[in-house]
């Protein structure tokens, strides 16, 4: 079995910051990548790709939180960060930890999702 904690969510004012935190454990054998997704209530489509990060070190960001998020990762602990900066009301949404990870039950690499944990920026 393979789990991803999150935790970091919370209440924010406008122009604040918050860190967010996701462990992988359980069965791993490697992981290829780890990130952040968040959908926001009401909204269509479904989960949007935040932040992602690989194995590599490389990472990818969405437009719209370009130079204000920054994504890293501990290696050696399996944990994924999200370091929130100058947040906005727009940036309200469930973030969902996600990783790309070959368990040792299996050869196959698979998706593996958090809970979610909700982050509100409002005033």
């Known amino acids: 079995q393979v789990q991803l904690q999150e935790s970091g969510g919370g209440l924010v004012q406008p122009g604040g910051s918050l860190r967010l935190s996701c462990a992988a454990s359980?069965?791993?054998?490697?992981?290829?990548?780890m990130g952040w997704f968040r959908q926001a209530a009401g909204n269509a489509p479904g989960r949007q790709l935040v932040a992602i990060i690989l194995s590599s070190g490389g990472t990818n960001y969405a437009d719209s939180v370009k130079g204000r998020f920054t994504i890293s990762r501990d290696n050696a602990e399996n944990t994924v960060f999200l370091q929130m900066n100058s947040l906005k009301p727009e940036d309200t949404a469930v973030y969902s930890c996600?990783?790309?990870?070959?368990?040792?039950?299996?050869?196959?690499?698979?998706?593996?999702w958090g809970q979610g944990t909700q982050v509100t920026v409002s005033s």
């Open positions: 359980g069965s791993i054998s490697s992981i290829n990548a």
């Open positions: 996600y990783a790309l990870l070959q368990s040792t039950a299996s050869p196959d690499v698979s998706p593996y």
